[in-house]
């Protein structure tokens, strides 16, 4: 190879080296600049929030209790839309065991001259466990409290959070019987806690 | 590129029953998967094609089917380790892990609303580049029979025969948090979270993987993302692809022996598709109502990731590139030079003639080239990444101001009061809360440009949009539409915060359409919004089927609200054109409890306390009595005794 073919080359090289860099040089200057934090950025789309287990039987063998538990809303006032029947409510629009806040369940204490199937909750007593079956299989619970309120003064708002410490809350009515109003005063508050 | 810069090999893998040809540079690595015919649909390849645009999801560069009908895509082999590298070595604590598995279940979740599953989702696929994460192989998991260490992360319902499902990934995600728990004392919340999503019945695992990311971030004692979804930036592929493509056209030996020609796929054949596609897409629109946007939105994404948004550089600098490659050819040139110099210069003219030939584009292609060869450098110094997040709700104690981007087709920058706050900002995406302080803020929207200045006074061009804007006391959404005049407006829309009845929902929808009114079914419930007006609705918490008809086109869609949610819906765009469109804010905390809890009626319970008293005195009084009476006898038998 002749000497010319070896000086070509090697100033070629040299050369194109040379460009390279001057091009990327300017390059490095443009894009340089103050670093800064992108808001996060979500689709449009619509979302989808559903939805959670559901709870399907309740079991305090304290009191000898095992009922079906049944997926309930509110009735045509607002008011916890408890099953007429042996059946026990679960409030669907609150949360559910495994999730966060208070899983809410009622159920009568008495209803048209029959003992409800929440007559004797009365009886459940602090440290009694408490067994809730869902599709997924079973949760246990220990009782913490059991409070009687005047309806006029219950905390439903706490009873019904959708945050905060996982919760059990079992309601029925309680006190003092009003006979013309055919109700009682009171709500009795069952609150257990995961095991 | 010279030809020991390139090289490739072929591998089969089995596990999807797909080939994979390798092809790779100095710096990256490319991996082809192809065929058989009929494992993807075209469907299937539209999705994948969206991938490449989700953080956290190893991007599909290329897919499309070969002349032959076989599937194929070619994406980056990362070099990465997988997560396998870091539970080997014990790198990742506890708290670590959960970040890594909430970040693996976002982007899942990114994914499954784009309609893309994974199927085959296992520590294999995770790949972690410092705290950047990356799931490979997102859309790929259809046929074949997966190796052991997948099957283990696998629904049992594809065990056998891979099924991707966003169940199965759920599945797959539970397994992962399980194998990552395995020497860490989980909260009860995440052993419950495990049992619920490997259930063996689909239906009874977590709805959605924003559901199961959300309940491990609830475990995280750190809230702060230790990992994020990561970006790989494209263009750096593009070189290789480009180089790929020269290579093969201009070399016979590795013409004649290359498995891609034999399937025939050229990478020039992938830019010209690419092309290809981009010109045709607004056929598409004409053809399919229902796939329109997501093409014309493909479209536009591809165009930007490939060249017409790229940023232009100066007369020097493109003056010193060409320079610089003209030198380098020359530099090849005379390394070459030897006693064969003739024939090689008449291989080369050979080359350039079929370079002529075999390219479908002209000058404009070799334009953009150019300047994609330029921008490549600058792709090096990417420094901003969006988060892509899917179907967040806000709480309305957060929720501030929203902006949501109704402009048809533009991606856009975004300022705020003067500063860069999004970079490519897509047409239906959402963002916020920006500010929660009431006040008053200036908004600008640019065309999207690769690196867009930090200060919007930096700006060289034009605003598509600059608007000022004044946030009172409450939540506020604004929408960047195009008005009934074909200007582009800003729009503030108030929220009605106050709580809806238990077990209810609110859903206003916000007509920013050109169309003087458009149609609104909401389950039932038919009505019309006219232009610029909104609709408010109570609705039962659950599913809520929604339906908007203007005219030419309708859309519909199923709201899944839960008690005390709000659906802010926009509607925007032109129903003569056929882009119309719909963006959703969702917000929570709207919800109230019940008034009370009757339940009871007959006062039996009291009856009983108040039998109950008798019987308590009564007994008590016999216990006092019997009692008294052995104390008795027993005082009676000690004084017998000493008497």
Redesign the interface.
Known sequence: ?SLV?HI??VT??A??CI??L???I???V???????E??????????????K?TPKILKISGINLNAVITPV??DK????D?PSSDLVGW?Q??SSP???GSTVL???????????I??NL?KVKVGQTITIET???Y?EYKVSAVKSYE?TG?P??E??T?SGP?KLQL????G??D?ID???KN?LVVTAI?V | MAKENLSQSEQTKNWFGMTQIILEDKKNKLGVTIGPVGVWDQDHIDKLKIASELAGINPVIDCDFTADGKPYAAVPLLGYPNLNKFLEKKDLNWDQKLHLVETCARILEGAHKKGLTHGAFCPEQIFINNKEVFIDGIGFGTGGTPPDSVSKFLAPENTSNITASESADIFSLGKLLEVLSEDEEAPRSLKRLITWSTSENPEARPPSALEFASIVKESLSKKDPYFQAGYIAISEYEELIKTSAESLDKNDEITEQDSIKQNDISFADLKAKQEARRVSSTLVQETDEDLEVVHSNQAENISSKFSDNEPKRGFLLKALGVAAVLLAITFFISSQLNDEDDNNLALDQKTSETEASSSPSTEKEATAKDTKQSDDVSGDSEEFKNTLINSSVVDIADAGLQIVHGIPETEVDVYFDDELIIKGFSSGDVVGPIVNEPGEYKIGFYKAEENPPVAQSDRKDSAVLDSNLKMVDEPVSVIAFVDSFGNISLNSTSTIVSDVAPGKSRVMVHNYTTENSIEVLLNDESFNITNGASSVSEVAAGNTILEIRAENQTLSDEISLLDGELSNIFIYGSGKNKSINLSEIRLSGLDSAPIGIPSGDSGLLEKSKNQDIPAIKIGGLLFILVATGLVLRRNTRVKNEFS
């Open positions: 190879m073919k070509v080359r070629s090289g050369l194109a460009c390279f001057a091009a990327w300017p390059v490095q443009e894009t340089a600049g103050p670093e800064f992108s808001f996060a950025v979500r689709s449009g789309e619509i979302g989808n929030s559903n939805i287990s809303g509110v006032d607002n008011a916890f408890v409030y629009y609150g495994g999730s966060f009622a159920a009568h204490v008495d209803y048209a001259g029959v003992e409800g929440f007559f009365q599709e997924l299989g949760t309806k219950l439903i708002n009873l019904f959708k996982e309601i029925t009515c309680d003092e019987f006979k055919r109700s009682y709500n995961p």
